[in-house]
Nanobody, 115 residues
Framework: QVQLVESGGGRVESGGSLRLSCVASGVIFSGNMGWYRQVPGKQRELVAS???????DYTTSVKGRFTISRDNTKKTVFLQMNSLKPEDTGIYYCNSVVDGFRYLWGQGTQVTVSS
């Protein structure tokens, strides 16, 4: 059974940094993965992706501030978040970014950025 466990969230002031981690178990960890953000009342949004060839992609609002990376040996995906803004607040989840395919969602990790 696949399990995704996110961690590293917290409360920071605007301009601060956080590093999120997502550990996957029960899966061959070589696929295309991403970090999603959920804000109350809005659809879950994909903010960063990393592909099997190590290419990355970011939604416009986080480009230049967030960096996604992975360690396949540890089945872990990271999201380094710098220059955080209040609008980055939300629950962050990791999951596959393959079209039409998602693992069971983990519990996510809460990020709160105060102004």
């Amino acid at each position: 059974q696949v399990q995704l466990v996110e961690s590293g969230g917290g409360r920071v002031e605007s301009g601060g940094s956080l590093r999120l981690s997502c550990v996957a178990s029960g899966v061959i960890f070589s696929g295309n993965m991403g970090w999603y953000r959920q804000v109350p009342g809005k659809q879950r949004e994909l903010v960063a992706s990393i592909f099997t060839d190590s290419n990355t992609d970011y939604t416009t609002s986080v480009k230049g501030r967030f960096t996604i990376s992975r360690d396949n040996t540890k089945k872990t995906v990271f999201l380094q978040m710098n220059s955080l803004k209040p609008e980055d607040t939300g629950i962050y989840y990791c999951n596959s970014v393959v079209d039409g395919f998602r693992y069971l969602w983990g519990q996510g990790t809460q990020v709160t950025v105060s102004s």
